[in-house]
């Protein structure tokens, strides 16, 4: 008698709007306190933990479904599946954000940069002026990276919990 197995993809979409979801309230509570543009370790922090606790818990959930049984390659298809999910879902709020929210965002965070190379001192005016001329109208090339990032983040933990909750088949 042959059981149902849970589809990864089901897994994968759910837990990755929850982990989207979750991640555009953070976004929208930082944008409420103006703190959106500023690149603080500690928010950093926060946000790769919480995707690193729903991505462990998508392929928990996951392992749980299946009678107890998960393979290495099914914890690494729900990784990057679920960042894929949440990562599709950050860019379209980061649209949001810098098209109808803030619509000086871009300028924003290029300013910011600006500032930080020069108080850093490792180039001269004109080479940070250089730099800085029209990169915010290629604002937009930053969405791939952020999908890159988020798969790289979600292979990572798939590949951990992988190996943390792995546990085979017995084969008859």
Do not use: C
Request: proline share 2%; charged share 15%.
């Amino acid at each position: 008698m042959e059981e149902n197995q849970p589809k990864t993809g089901k897994y994968s979409l759910n837990y990755g709007l929850i982990l989207g979801l979750i991640g555009v309230a953070f976004g929208i509570m930082l944008y409420s306190m103006d703190a959106h543009t500023t690149r603080d370790t500690t928010t950093q922090i926060i946000s790769v933990v919480i995707m690193i606790a729903i991505v462990f818990w998508g392929i928990y959930s996951y392992r749980k479904a299946n009678g107890g049984y998960l393979s290495l390659g099914e914890a690494l298809k729900l990784g990057a599946g679920i960042a894929l999910v949440a990562g599709i879902i950050s860019v379209i709020y980061t649209i949001f954000l810098a098209k109808v929210l803030d619509p000086e965002f871009a300028t924003k965070i290029a300013e910011m940069q600006k500032a930080a190379d020069e108080a850093a001192g490792q180039m001269s005016t004109e080479q940070i002026k250089q730099r800085y001329d029209g990169t915010i109208n290629y604002f937009w090339m930053s969405y791939p990276f952020i999908l890159i990032i988020n798969i790289i983040i979600g292979l990572i933990v798939g590949l951990v919990s992988g190996l943390i909750l792995k546990k085979q088949k017995p084969a008859y």
